[in-house]
């Protein structure tokens, strides 16, 4: 899979990879944004030790460190130097602590320890990446409650069911709980919203569909969308570039989806 070279998005042909969580897209490599786009994720941009430069819409930022808020306007030029790109789904629990975070004025501390931390280059390193950014947002194991055997049930349906519709109401029933509490408790254990979950859910389908081969209208059918503009759609709203960018060649961006 690669990210063409488009006008909107240019990234220059070096290796970068995009690892993929539901929630959570960490990019690592080198990039160039030639226009200013905004999209729904938060984005943390953490340079490897080096300066990045930001364009925000209303000023021109050289720095390490940055978090986008949603929808804000920006253009990133990494001058072909690695940075790490964390695009976060701001009704997430990493999201709200993102966000309380920036209300306290922590920021510029934690992108100071992140970038002490080492980029992932292959798979089995991103988690621990992940994991040393929700730690520095103070999101760790005392903030993460039990598995629910009931919510189980609901996971493995819809892990098993790749492109069905799957209501709130009928999920509530297979976890023998009224709606309002399967929905609370959802988006207590997962740390997604159900409805937010399964956006990100179908986003990851189409990926790997795409990725095994089948065309972006294929993949889109696969995932649930009514269509690939449904899928285009859906993904330029939450990452601010097409799919086509990322899913028809991997010279430029390898994708690893890491659930």
């Not at 300066?51 to 978090?67: M, N, R, W």
């Not at 209300?103 to 992932?120: E, K, N, R, Y």
Request: with cysteine.
């Amino acid at each position: 899979m690669t990210l063409p070279l488009e006008e909107e998005h240019t990234l220059p042909p070096s290796p970068a990879r995009l690892f993929l969580w539901h929630g959570v897209a960490l990019y690592i490599g080198p990039i160039t944004d030639n226009s200013v786009h905004r999209h729904y994720a938060l984005q943390l941009t953490i340079g490897a030790g080096e300066d990045f430069l930001l364009h925000t819409g209303d000023s021109d930022i050289e720095t390490g460190f940055h978090l986008n808020a949603v929808e804000q306007p920006h253009a990133l030029n990494s001058q072909d130097r690695p940075v790490a790109i964390l695009l976060i789904e701001p009704d997430s629990v990493l999201g709200d602590s993102v966000l309380t975070c920036l209300a306290d004025g922590l920021i510029t501390q934690i992108g100071h320890d992140l970038a002490a931390v080492d980029f992932p280059t292959v798979k089995d390193d991103a988690p621990s990446y992940l994991q040393a950014v929700t730690k520095a947002f103070s999101v760790d194991d005392r903030n993460t409650p039990a598995g629910n055997d009931k919510l189980d049930r609901v996971l493995e349906f819809l892990a098993s069911h790749p492109g069905e519709a799957a209501s709130a109401r009928d999920m509530a029933e297979l976890a023998c709980l009224s709606e309002s509490r399967f929905l609370h408790l959802f988006s207590e254990q997962v740390g997604l919203p159900f409805r937010r979950y399964l956006k990100w859910k179908r986003l990851l389908e189409a990926i790997k569909a795409a990725g095994a081969g089948m065309s972006l209208t294929e993949a889109a059918h696969a995932a649930g969308f009514s269509d690939s503009a449904h899928l285009s759609r859906v993904f330029r709203e939450m990452f601010g570039f097409a799919p086509s960018q990322i899913l028809q060649d991997s010279r430029f961006v390898q994708v690893i989806i890491c659930e």
